[in-house]
């Protein structure tokens, strides 16, 4: 049996520390999909296009690695789209606590037996989510290091209204 698997978030904006989950995750599996979530809820600094497009310039050196989106129960896109493996990255121990009570109902909810498979983030990216980047780079700080290049080149020409 093929390893397909799934890496789901939001990723407004991707960072450094969902790439290096990527790239974890990518060598653990034949196909990896990056599920970009669409919350209609929250109000996100970049468009689902935005987001795809960022996401696939980053990865564009992982030939198993490819991107979607969807809306809705995360189990509905994992039963659809035959996934067997769903990847979710782990800051803290907060974060487990959250995770863990998620995997318990997806387990429930998932009719093809798929799996939830934890990764520790890197060290280095333990702080780091996207909300704290969009807050720290829209109050001039500097993301250097914590987000993709690419992704910040385009936060300073979004922010300037140059893509709009």
């Known amino acids: 049996m093929s390893k397909k ?3 789901a978030g939001s990723f407004d904006p991707i960072t450094n520390g969902h790439l290096d989950l990527i790239r974890r995750a990518a060598k653990l599996c034949d196909e990896l999909t990056v599920g970009v979530v669409v919350n209609p ?9 935005e987001r795809k497009k960022l996401i696939e310039t980053v990865t564009s050196d992982l030939k198993n690695v490819k991107v979607g989106s969807f809306s809705g129960l995360l189990a509905d896109y994992v039963n659809e789209n035959g996934f067997n493996i769903v990847f979710r990255g782990l800051r803290s121990t907060s974060d487990l606590d959250a995770e863990m009570a998620m995997a318990q109902m997806n387990g429930r909810l998932y009719t093809g037996g798929a ?17 704290m980047m969009k807050e720290v780079f829209t109050l001039g700080g500097e993301i250097e290091g914590l987000v993709p290049k690419e992704v910040i080149a385009y936060m300073k020409e979004k922010l300037n209204g140059r893509n709009k």
């Open 115 to 131: 799996e939830t498979v934890f990764l520790m983030t890197a060290p280095e990216y333990s702080f780091v989510s996207s909300s």
């Open 41 to 49: 809820g929250k109000n996100p600094f970049f468009t689902l296009e």
């Open 5 to 7: 698997a799934l890496y």
